[in-house]
Nanobody, 125 residues
Framework: QVQLVESGGGLVQAGGSLRLSCAAS????????MGWFRQAPGKEREFVAA????????YYADSVKGRFTVSRDNAKKLLNLQMNSLKPEDTAVYYC??????????????????WGQGTQVTVSS
């Protein structure tokens, strides 16, 4: 089992920045990829960004490209999401997820095996 704990959410004005982190613990080896999803009220969970644990290939939703940056620290088992130029439409609960599914494109929820509890991000206009 893998436990994932997100941190760093909060309230920020439009145009501001936040940095989310996700700490992984438990049986974290082997891990293929980790990612971020978000879910706004009344909407489905949507992909935000992901990174492969080996090689560091990154994936981004079109809506966040150029504004968000995903990174990982293998030694510390940390996944980060730097969010800049935030917009009110970025408001959502952000979830960290981890996948052992080797080779599966990490951009859909079914590609992931473990999920965190989520952290709220609210962007005011």
């Amino acid at each position: 089992q893998v436990q994932l704990v997100e941190s760093g959410g909060g309230l920020v004005q439009a145009g501001g920045s936040l940095r989310l982190s996700c700490a992984a613990s438990g049986r974290t080896f082997p891990m293929y990829s980790m990612g971020w999803f978000r879910q706004a009220p009344g909407k489905e969970r949507e992909f935000v960004a992901a990174i492969t644990w080996i090689g560091g290939s990154t994936y981004y939703a079109d809506s966040v490209k150029g504004r968000f940056t995903v990174s990982r620290d293998n030694a510390k088992k940390l996944l980060n999401l730097q969010m800049n130029s935030l917009k009110p439409e970025d408001t959502a609960v952000y979830y960290c997820a981890a996948s052992r599914q080797v080779g599966k494109r990490p951009t859909t929820p079914d590609a992931y095996d473990y999920w965190g509890q989520g952290t709220q991000v609210t962007v005011s206009s």
